[in-house]
């Protein structure tokens, strides 16, 4: 397994741990729910993992282009584990929002699709890299739900309040990004539903 693909492994291995930190505990688990050290540094370490999961993922293609260390198995695993960050983020930010249900719905749409339509292109030998619009709605998530994530950490104020609104707003752009994408995606490669 070359770097990249490793990097790709290491940003899967990383969503449990800031799940554990990003979603909220029932009261019920007094060890999480009450303990003063965990809800301290919840918020923080939940950022600082996602940061390092978002950097792993520009890092990964970065150093198999430059390289050319390519792989199917990057090209299918890479995507794979942007979607399940940028779920798991969307999860635990729902939370919070309704807005951010709707946002998480209309990503997650987007990325079934997708998903079909690679195990169709699998299914005839075709490995499908991921477009620039694509790469670009992905780059748009992570700085948003990072953001996002960052916005908690500061005290209550007018700062707290600018960086939460640029989160939304960047997180406003990144949906219509999923949207765009998703379309160009499914004309890009409608001749994988038609059938001969």
Same mark, same amino acid.
Do not use: H
């Given at each position: 397994?070359?770097?990249?693909?490793? #990097?790709? $492994?290491?940003?899967?291995?990383?969503?449990?741990?800031?799940?554990?930190?990003?979603?909220?505990?029932?009261?019920? #688990?007094?060890?999480?729910?009450?303990?003063?050290?965990?809800?301290?540094?919840?918020?923080?370490?939940?950022?600082? $993992?996602?940061?390092?999961?978002?950097?792993?993922?520009?890092?990964?293609?970065?150093?198999?282009?430059?390289?050319?260390?390519?792989?199917?198995?990057?090209?299918? #695993?890479?995507?794979?584990?942007?979607?399940?960050?940028?779920?798991?983020? #969307?999860?635990?930010?729902?939370?919070?929002?309704?807005?951010?249900?709707?946002?998480?719905?209309?990503?997650?749409?987007?990325?079934?699709?997708?998903?079909?339509?690679?195990?169709?292109?699998?299914?005839?030998?075709?490995?499908?890299?991921?477009?620039?619009?694509?790469?670009?709605?992905?780059?748009?998530?992570?700085?948003?739900?990072?953001?996002?994530?960052?916005?908690?950490?500061?005290?209550?104020?007018?700062?707290?309040?600018?960086?939460?609104?640029?989160?939304?707003?960047?997180?406003? $752009?990144?949906?219509?990004?999923?949207?765009?994408?998703?379309?160009?995606?499914?004309?890009?490669?409608?001749?994988?539903?038609?059938?001969?």
């Amino acid at each position: 397994m070359n770097l990249p693909n490793k #990097l790709t $492994v290491l940003r899967i291995i990383l969503i449990p741990v800031f799940m554990i930190f990003a979603f909220p505990y029932p009261e019920s #688990l007094p060890l999480f729910s009450n303990a003063e050290w965990f809800l301290n540094c919840k918020a923080i370490v939940a950022f600082t $993992v996602f940061v390092l999961a978002s950097i792993t993922d520009y890092l990964d293609g970065y150093i198999a282009r430059k390289n050319n260390l390519v792989t199917d198995f990057g090209k299918f #695993l890479d995507p794979i584990a942007d979607k399940l960050l940028v779920t798991a983020c #969307l999860l635990s930010l729902a939370f919070i929002s309704e807005a951010y249900v709707w946002a998480t719905m209309i990503i997650l749409i987007r990325e079934f699709v997708v998903t079909g339509m690679r195990l169709i292109a699998a299914g005839k030998g075709v490995v499908i890299a991921a477009g620039k619009l694509g790469k670009w709605k992905t780059a748009t998530q992570m700085v948003a739900l990072s953001v996002l994530l960052f916005a908690p950490i500061l005290p209550d104020g007018v700062f707290y309040d600018i960086v939460f609104f640029l989160g939304n707003v960047t997180m406003a $752009v990144s949906v219509v990004l999923t949207i765009v994408s998703g379309i160009e995606y499914i004309y890009k490669n409608r001749s994988l539903l038609e059938s001969k």
